[in-house]
């Protein structure tokens, strides 16, 4: 029997990278995003809908009836936590339901989550982390998403589900501004047209303290995994590279990658310090031939300075992955030489 996958959140970085390999396993794939699709594939269908509006989400998928999993990936931004809470838990329930509507064939729903379960954007929190540990001080989304996907198998759903909790994934996605890793590539390849050498802008106790990461390449593996594993249904899983770093090893090898010189830590806000230099990258856009993207479209400045000023350990355990028969992993510094290599390959950044 033919799988069909919905993505909803197609666009995001996540959603870009699961959807690159269902299709290379042979899925038919439907995309749903607020913006237009670009991808062009006779196995895929793109779908520009807002989740929030749950008259147009049924509508956009009345006209599958035959998708059998569903992977969500979206996030919404909002001004409040607990804002956050009810607009992100809207946008999975109008999907999920919106899919209902049009299949019978639902099978499974893989909810993407993240390190903010065990409240490590708050403070120190007890690592390793396991899946099992309880909850921090909510509103987190993650919370209210779980709790709906659980209450509603508890009401008779036919379909099972899982959630992956991935860190710091790494890939590269124009649009996604958040993503922090092609925050530092860009800070560095900024700071390199300057004639400055890269530096750790954040607080020296979270350049030496531990870190890991997920590529999300393996994270699309794992979702698939979980997806069609009958051992994994109705389970949630921490997933990582395998190993974990230390940004003062890891920006000195971005350095190098870079071809440029690591002068050490100078903490500063890069929201403050990066506010002017649109125009800089404008000028670099034209001077290397890049693809033109606004900086904006690149990059969350906010983003780095979150991450870079975790003071605290950052890991988590995945050895119940592990059981299910998962046992991907890669070197973060591959994770991250890779995407150095694809962001040069699109025209991202110069090429050193």
């Not at 699309?220 to 979980?226: D, F, G, K, L, N």
């Not at 090898?253 to 010189?261: R, T």
């Not at 991907?328 to 110069?350: K, T």
Request: aromatic fraction near 10%; include cysteine; charge should be negative.
């Amino acid at each position: 029997m033919t799988r069909k996958a919905v993505i909803l959140g197609a666009e995001g970085l996540i959603g870009t990278y699961v959807r690159a390999e269902l299709l290379e396993q042979g899925w038919e794939v439907v995309g749903v995003a607020r913006r237009k699709p670009v991808l062009e594939h006779p196995r895929y269908t793109g779908v520009s809908v807002d989740l929030l509006d749950r008259e147009a989400a049924v509508s956009a998928l009345a006209a599958h009836p035959d998708v059998t999993h569903v992977f969500y990936s979206g996030f919404a931004w909002t001004s409040t936590k607990a804002e956050e809470c009810e607009v992100n838990l809207a946008m999975l329930a109008n999907g999920i339901e919106a899919v209902e509507a049009a299949s019978d064939r639902l099978e499974h729903v893989c909810l993407f989550e993240g390190g903010k379960w065990y409240g490590c954007h708050i403070g120190p929190f007890k690592t390793p982390a396991y899946e099992d540990d309880p909850r921090v001080m909510p509103p987190i989304f993650y919370y209210d998403q779980e709790d709906y996907l659980r209450r509603r198998q508890r009401d008779g759903a036919r379909w099972t589900w899982s959630a992956l909790r991935p860190e710091g994934v790494g890939g590269v996605a124009v649009g996604t501004p958040q993503n922090f890793l092609m925050v530092l590539v860009i800070y560095a390849s900024i700071a390199k047209e300057l004639g400055i050498p890269l530096r750790f802008p954040g607080a020296p106790e979270c350049r030496d303290a531990l870190y890991e990461m997920t590529d999300a390449r393996l994270l699309a593996r794992a979702a698939v995994h979980t997806s069609t594993t009958e051992a994994c249904h109705n389970e949630a899983f921490n997933v990582t590279n395998g190993d974990s770093f230390r940004w003062g090893q890891m920006f000195p090898y971005v350095a190098s990658l870079l071809k440029m010189e690591y002068a050490g830590t100078h903490t500063m806000s890069l929201v403050e310090m990066m506010a002017d230099k649109d125009d800089l990258w404008d000028q670099m856009v034209d001077k290397y031939g890049l693809a033109r993207n606004g900086l904006s479209d690149l990059v969350f400045w906010q983003a780095g300075d979150n991450i870079f000023n975790q003071t605290w350990d950052n890991l988590r355990s995945t050895i119940k992955l592990r059981k299910t028969g998962f046992h991907d992993c890669i070197d973060s510094r591959e994770m991250v030489r890779d995407v150095v290599q694809r962001m040069i390959d699109l025209r991202i950044i110069p090429a050193p």
